[in-house]
């Protein structure tokens, strides 16, 4: 009776291990891929690819005691390196002589796609494991978001097997076309890397280099003098904030952000500059804008989800009534 019952709990216990939850096993890939691009120090070559243009990057990311650096460099067109130090980072354009400095509490850049926390991320996509495919000479396994909704595109990432990096993201319209993708064309995973690589090449010792600071001026914890009608399912409002003027205009911008954990969408709130009510929209990749006119202020409404999304949003952006 004691071997029946040995065998019969070793039974049981290969059943639960053969029926694992298989959704236990897919948040399991995207945690470790928002670990790895965190954690993990890389040195290596991607392509972006949207709207028929392709743009070739150079990043190194580095973890100390310190914290997180990371130097993203553009190879294609007009020079543009972006310094990151945790959540300060610093943008220099050498053609223009700017460096643009700002915050951001949450960092998210090729490897980094993926929110600190994915546990919500079910509530508005079917997760799945997709194939196995070799990416930069590196084996990786496919992860599947497809939305639940028409309010929000489609993902696919492929992460290094051994370590959980992203090699590849892409990003599907409605139609399932792909319409955004990064995808690492050469990788070094815990390469030696010594801190000056960090430096920007840019010197900006010169009195001919302007510095804008884009950090925010004022944080709105509730909507401030907005009011949004619409609710988007799965989307949540961040803090808003108040933004210096760029160029030295001396008029603030208000921006809020709305997020499910991966597509965001930014609402930028500024005066008009003329009396002509404006309404229109257009795509810069897979990036969509909405623009219109509320009372005394330009509203535009950008991010990468569909149109109707943006439109939904911003209809419903109105003046609180004082």
Not at 16 to 27: F, I, K, S
Not at 167 to 182: C, D, G, P, S, V
Request: hydrophobic content about 35%; proline content about 4%; aromatic content about 8%.
């Amino acid at each position: 009776m004691k071997l029946v019952s040995a065998l019969a709990m070793l039974a049981g216990l290969l059943a639960t291990t053969a029926h694992a939850d298989p959704q236990d096993e897919v948040m399991g890939w995207l945690q470790r891929m928002t670990t790895a691009a965190k954690k993990l120090n890389y040195t290596g070559t991607f392509t972006y690819q949207s709207g028929g243009g392709t743009e070739t990057s150079r990043i190194i990311h580095l973890v100390d005691a310190a914290g997180e650096h990371e130097k993203l460099e553009v190879l294609d067109g007009s020079p543009r390196e972006v310094i990151r130090s945790n959540d300060e980072v610093k943008c220099y354009l050498p053609e223009d002589k700017v460096v643009i400095i700002e915050k951001r509490s949450q960092h998210k850049a090729f490897p980094a796609l993926l929110p600190v926390s994915v546990g919500n991320l079910g509530e508005s996509y079917l997760i799945r494991k997709g194939e196995t495919a070799r990416i930069a000479g590196f084996d990786s396994q496919q992860v599947v978001l497809e939305p639940k909704d028409t309010l929000r595109y489609g993902h696919q990432f492929w992460a290094d097997i051994q370590s959980g990096l992203i090699l590849k993201a892409r990003t599907l319209n409605e139609r399932n076309e792909t319409i955004e993708q990064f995808a690492f064309s050469q990788l070094q995973i815990n390469p030696p890397i010594d801190k000056d690589e960090l430096k920007p090449h840019s010197n900006t010792e010169g009195k001919t280099w302007r510095i804008h600071n884009a950090r925010a001026s004022q944080s709105l914890t509730a909507g401030g003098d907005w009011h949004f009608r619409t609710q988007l399912p799965g989307f949540k409002k961040g803090a808003g904030m108040k933004r210096q003027g760029w160029r030295g205009s001396g008029v603030d911008t208000t921006h809020f952000i709305f997020s499910d954990g991966l597509a965001s969408i930014s609402v930028f709130i500024e005066p008009r500059t003329d009396q002509e009510a404006v309404t229109s929209t257009y795509s810069a990749g897979a990036i969509n804008v909405y623009k219109r006119t509320a009372g005394k202020h330009l509203l535009t409404v950008l991010g990468e989800v569909p149109m109707t999304t943006l439109m939904r949003l911003g209809d419903g952006i109105e003046p609180r009534k004082k």
